[in-house]
Each structure stands twice: as structure tokens, then as C-alpha cells.
């Protein structure tokens, strides 16, 4: 089983929706990411969080909330999407030891 | 903001030819991380430079940071098909906290 999962996979909506991406981890770590990937743009940090009660703004936060329900859930929505969120969006945990991060495998969102 | 400069965006080689990749920042960077995503995948920690002037090899892969801390490179020596997929630096700056910005990536694919 991976040590950090993200649900769904894949999602199809339509411009408007609420869309809720969810990550789940099992590496213990209190550090938590999510970063969008687009072609050529490499990953930029929508938000990340330090701990339950730590969460804060990365270089994209426009249009996107989290919720870090526990140390090991920490969630992605868009309140209202729009076919230029349409990318490839990764949930990520980094070690503190060592500041690697770990990576899940993805979430691949259209916004038609 | 601080930017992570990476180039080429795109490499062909031959089967057995080598490859760099190269990556730039304006500041003085903390640590620079390297990343490798398969096609498909996703990004996969490779290695950590921290010291001015450090080169680290694996394997094949031999990665560099400056004298400076504002560049480093990875070359991978006699490329395989396994080597295709897109290398990505990640530059962490002082004052940021475990903060990593990521270059735009060079994407790798090799003809057999």
C-alpha cells in the first residue's frame, strides 16, 4: 500500500463545482504539501501545513482551501472550479530529519 | 519570488549517450533537492546537496552543487531507456523553513 494516497484519481466536473481532493498518510510526518503540476511549470505549493493547527499559503493559494482534519488528512477543495484549474494536483509529506519529500500518486482534475 | 531555473525543458539523446540538466537560482540557495517522475508517475526523491562545492554520484547519476550554492547539475552517463522520465531540482532558501521551490524540470527520453 502507498504511504501517501490521494482519492479520486481522476475527476471530471464542471466549471462551478466543488471539488474536494482528499490525501491520507501513513508515514507519521507532520509536514503536509499540495502542489499543482502543470506542462513545463514544474510543481508549485497551492498550501502546506506544519501541524494540525498550522497551515499556510503557498505561491498559488487563489481559488483553493485545505482542511487538516488530522496529522494524517490533509485535504485540497476548490469552492467553485474553473477549466484553468485543470492540472495534475500531488499531496506530499516531507520528513523532518531529512526534508525529502513523499510524494503520492496524483490527481488528475479536468474542469470542463 | 524566489525562481528555479532549469534547462533544457527537453532532451533527446541516443541510447548510451550522456545527459545534464541543469539548474539556476539568482539567491544563494540552503539545500538543493533532485527529483525524478516516471512518465505517468509521480515525483521520486533522488538525492540532497547541502555543502558549497559537494558532488555526489549514484551510480550512473552524478549531481553537483556550486561553489556559490545558486546552481547545481545532474548527468547521467551512458543513458538507458530506464532513464527516461523528468528530472526536477528543488531549491530550498534560508529564511523559508523547509520551503522547496522547484525548477520547471527537464523532461528526459531516450531513443533505444
Known amino acids: 500500500d502507498a504511504d501517501v494516497t490521494q482519492t479520486p484519481r481522476n475527476r471530471i466536473t464542471k466549471t462551478g463545482k466543488r471539488i474536494m481532493l482528499e490525501c491520507s498518510q501513513t508515514?507519521?510526518?507532520?509536514?503536509m504539501y499540495w502542489y499543482r503540476q502543470d506542462p513545463g511549470l514544474g510543481l508549485q505549493l497551492i498550501y502546506y501545513?506544519?501541524?494540525?493547527?498550522?497551515?499556510n499559503k503557498g505561491e498559488i493559494s487563489d481559488g483553493y482551501s485545505v482542511s487538516r482534519q488530522a496529522q494524517a488528512k490533509f485535504s485540497l477543495s476548490l469552492e467553485s472550479a474553473i477549466p484553468n484549474q485543470t492540472a495534475l494536483y500531488f499531496c506530499?509529506?516531507?520528513?523532518?530529519?531529512?526534508?525529502?519529500?513523499?510524494f503520492g500518486e496524483g490527481s488528475r482534475l479536468t474542469v470542463l | 519570488g524566489q525562481q528555479v531555473m532549469q534547462i533544457p525543458q527537453y532532451q533527446h539523446v541516443q541510447e548510451g549517450e550522456d545527459f545534464t540538466t541543469y539548474c539556476n537560482s539568482s539567491?544563494?540557495?540552503?539545500?538543493i533537492q533532485w527529483y525524478k517522475q516516471r512518465p505517468g508517475g509521480h515525483p521520486v526523491f533522488l538525492i540532497q546537496?547541502?555543502?558549497s562545492g559537494e558532488v555526489k554520484k549514484q551510480k550512473r547519476l552524478t549531481f553537483q552543487f556550486g561553489e556559490a550554492k545558486k546552481n547545481s547539475s545532474l548527468h547521467i552517463t551512458a543513458t538507458q531507456t530506464t532513464d527516461v522520465g523528468t528530472y526536477f531540482c528543488?531549491?530550498?532558501?534560508w529564511g523559508a523553513g523547509n520551503m522547496l521551490t522547484f525548477g520547471g524540470g527537464t523532461r528526459l527520453m531516450v531513443k533505444p
Open positions: 508515514k507519521g510526518h507532520d509536514r
Open positions: 539567491t544563494t540557495l540552503s539545500n
Open positions: 528543488a531549491g530550498g532558501f
Open positions: 506530499a509529506t516531507m520528513a523532518g530529519a531529512t526534508g525529502e519529500l513523499f
Open positions: 501545513s506544519f501541524d494540525v493547527k498550522d497551515i
Open positions: 546537496l547541502v555543502k
